[in-house]
């Protein structure tokens, strides 16, 4: 079993900058590989929506409102994946959650995983 875990949330005045990290682990012995990582969020009423990813070989894409602002990267020998938000705005209040397309041992399929999400709020 792989679990997601994150990091970096809190709040911040407009025009601010916060940096979230994620980190995938396994149980003890355990062996996987990590295909798409990515970043969603969710704000209160809404749906959630992906917000950044990012394949194993460093491709990225963004929701069009992000687009110059955050950056989405990782680091494969760590099994991490960050996002560096700057210029953030009340409306990037949500929280936001990782998520990672694994597959385990040697099996070709792969599995979303959640990590439990991370409140980032901006004040105006």
């Known amino acids: 079993q792989v679990q997601l875990e994150e990091s970096g949330g809190g709040l911040v005045q407009a025009g601010g900058s916060l940096r979230l990290s994620c980190a995938a682990s396994?149980?003890?012995?355990?062996?996987?590989?990590?295909?798409?990582m990515a970043w969603y969020r969710q704000a209160p009423g809404k749906q959630r929506e992906s917000v950044a990813t990012i394949t194993r070989i460093g491709s990225t894409n963004y929701e069009d409102s992000v687009k110059g602002r955050f950056t989405i990267s990782r680091d494969n020998s760590r099994n991490t994946v960050s996002l560096q938000m700057n210029s953030l705005k009340p409306e990037d209040t949500a929280v936001y959650y990782c998520y990672a397309l694994i597959s385990s041992g040697h099996s070709p399929y792969q599995y979303p995983y959640w990590g439990q999400g991370t409140q980032v709020t901006v004040s105006s």
């Open positions: 396994g149980s003890s012995g355990s062996v996987f590989s990590i295909n798409n």
